[in-house]
């Protein structure tokens, strides 16, 4: 899973990436801040499939990075993890209403993350799954209006 880790802490960014990196199953980037984030969201030639967010940074914060994220066409959907030390309830309700997928307290346990992130890598499948199906489904529903469509003026040839 491509995964974008945003935290204004060097030694965090280090920790995220060796240790998810190291399990081979997720390619990882790190970003210090948010206005660094979407500078590399917007460059990506692939959308990353979760992100990870630290709530207080310098700048815009995490919340507020999310609320954008969420205006994002390709990142209304994705998976995005609040991995922050703030545990105090108005800081959660704010980054659930910014649109926050999931949310884990540092100092987290890795085991605890790794099992949020699959998680979150079944939500980026199944909604993967279902914008294809959507898509699939429009073009059904175009070849069907195309074939059926009769002008009501023309004859009928009933055989």
């Known amino acids: 899973m491509r995964i974008l880790a945003v935290d204004d802490d060097e030694n965090i960014r280090e920790l995220l990436s060796q240790a998810l990196a190291s399990t081979g199953e997720h390619e990882v980037w790190v970003a210090e801040g948010g206005e660094e984030a979407l500078e590399m969201i917007h460059d990506a030639a692939q959308p990353f499939e979760c992100l990870l967010l630290d709530i207080q940074m310098p700048g815009m914060n995490g919340i507020e990075l999310c609320e954008e994220l969420r205006t994002m066409p390709?990142?209304?959907?994705?998976?995005?993890?609040?991995?922050?030390?703030?545990?105090?309830?108005?800081?959660?309700?704010?980054?659930?209403?910014?649109?926050?997928?999931?949310?884990?307290?540092?100092?987290?346990?890795?085991?605890?993350?790794?099992?949020?992130?699959?998680?979150?890598?079944?939500?980026?499948?199944e909604q993967s799954m279902v914008n294809d199906g959507i898509v699939e489904m429009a073009g059904l529903k175009q070849d069907l209006d195309q074939n059926l469509g009769h002008d009501l003026e023309e004859p009928v040839q009933i055989q």
């Open 74 to 125: 390709g990142y209304r959907m994705t998976p995005v993890v609040m991995l922050t030390a703030m545990s105090q309830k108005k800081y959660i309700d704010s980054a659930f209403a910014a649109g926050a997928t999931d949310y884990v307290t540092k100092p987290f346990d890795f085991l605890e993350l790794f099992n949020r992130l699959t998680l979150a890598q079944k939500l980026s499948s």
